[in-house]
């Protein structure tokens, strides 16, 4: 895959995402694909990747700005630097109560792409920063 379809794939991701469309988000994804979940545990597969966003839309309303998108020559690696807005919509277990608290958000993705789609994907952002603004 060359670097300017990767640079394309991430940003029909993203896109898919911002709009909601999870039958798109969810189509560029390989059936194997590996999520790695910020400060948490790694899951494998489409069908777990769709559960955990079904979870995610449940809990948060997100919208990702700011996008850098940087691909390897390659174009078989890629990452993404952007800035989350979001709404805590409903209580995740373990985390703060929700009350429709604001959050604005630096975030990171690092993706491994194959047969045209993503493989893996690795989301960082800083946890603590978010309690703090949730929190409040």
């Not at 979940?37 to 069908?47: D, F, P």
């Not at 940087?70 to 174009?75: D, F, I, L």
């Not at 989350?84 to 975030?107: F, H, I, K, M």
């Amino acid at each position: 895959m060359s670097r300017a379809h990767s640079e394309q794939l991430i940003q029909d991701y993203y896109r898919a995402f911002n709009e909601g469309n999870m039958d798109a988000f969810l189509a560029l994804l390989t059936e194997d694909v590996v999520h790695d979940i910020n400060q948490g545990s790694r899951e494998t597969g489409k069908a777990a990747f769709a559960t955990f966003m079904e979870r995610m839309n449940h809990h948060y309303k997100e919208q990702l700005v700011d996008m850098v998108i940087m691909v390897n020559e390659a174009g078989d690696r890629a990452a993404a630097e952007f800035v989350v807005l979001g709404e805590y919509l409903n209580t995740d277990d373990g985390l703060p109560q929700a009350s429709g608290q604001r959050y604005r958000l630096p975030a990171g993705a690092f993706f491994e792409i194959r047969d045209n789609k993503v493989a893996r994907i690795s989301n960082y952002y800083n946890l603590n920063d978010w309690i703090a603004q949730v929190g409040q």
